[in-house]
């Protein structure tokens, strides 16, 4: 059984696979191999924080609590931000956000035509200037929101690819100077995400909340869950 999906080398769903042993990393004894797997999407987060230069005095404003949103949520936490509002439209998602750590959540319309009450209302949760902004779903909505709510001189980060392309108000952004940068993938990430989960910086744990095993019918039923949705954050096989 093979899933090729990620260029060059092509990860894949199999037994065995063949990988240079220059970019493999050693678990240290305290992580587990699912840990060690989730270190895969916490280098998204990881990355988006080194990007936007998240550190202790920078409050965070995450859009999107889905699994990618979560781990940006645990990052910036790690790096040193004191405050971190995540927002969503599902109520689950948001309860697990705030059980992860987040300060406050906000749930959010998904009509474009409510995003100034949705601003007002996730800068009411902040208390205070939003300093770097992580768009995690990537859509119309969700980055207007992020450039509307972000400080004047702060940073919007935009890490989903929902949309491929996007309406956006930029003017009036750019008229207070806010920067706009993007991310893809990460780099470089190994390293600090294991020491993240050696020390306890960061606990993954809690993102798994579904496993499988390893037989065509297993795979078939997790892929399933982790599209549907719902209370599946991160959805693991076991060999």
């Given at each position: 059984m093979k899933f090729f999906a990620t260029p060059p080398v092509h990860g894949s769903l199999a037994n065995q696979v063949v990988h240079p042993a220059d970019l493999c990393f050693k678990l240290p004894a305290n992580i587990s191999l699912e840990e060690g797997a989730m270190c895969e999407p916490l280098s998204v987060g990881v990355h988006a924080c080194r990007r936007?230069?998240?550190?202790?005095?920078?409050?965070?404003?995450?859009?999107?609590?889905?699994?990618?949103?979560?781990?940006?949520?645990?990052?910036?936490r790690a790096f040193g931000a004191p405050r971190i509002v995540i927002v969503d439209v599902d109520d689950y998602r948001l309860s697990v956000a705030k059980k992860l750590g987040a300060d406050d959540i906000v749930k959010v319309s998904i009509n474009l035509q409510d995003v100034a009450t949705d601003i007002e209302n996730i800068q009411k949760a902040m208390g205070g200037g939003i300093d770097v902004s992580f768009d995690c779903a990537g859509f119309n909505k969700t980055m207007s929101t992020a450039l509307g709510a972000t400080r004047p001189g702060g940073k919007v980060c935009l890490v989903g690819m929902g949309h491929h392309e996007m309406?956006?108000?930029?003017?009036?952004?750019?008229?207070?100077?806010v920067d706009v940068i993007g991310i893809f993938r990460y780099k470089n990430t190994w390293p600090l995400c294991l020491e993240f989960l050696r020390s306890g910086k960061i606990d993954v744990k809690p993102l798994i909340t579904h496993?499988?095993?390893?037989?065509?019918?297993?795979?078939?039923?997790?892929?399933?869950?982790?599209?549907?949705?719902g209370d599946a954050i991160k959805v693991m096989f076991n060999l």
């Open positions: 936007a230069n998240v550190g202790p005095e920078t409050n965070i404003l995450v859009l999107g609590a889905g699994p990618i949103g979560l781990v940006t949520l645990l990052a910036a309406t956006v108000p930029l003017t009036p952004a750019a008229a207070r100077e496993r499988f095993g390893f037989s065509q019918k297993e795979v078939e039923e997790a892929f399933e869950t982790s599209a549907r949705g």
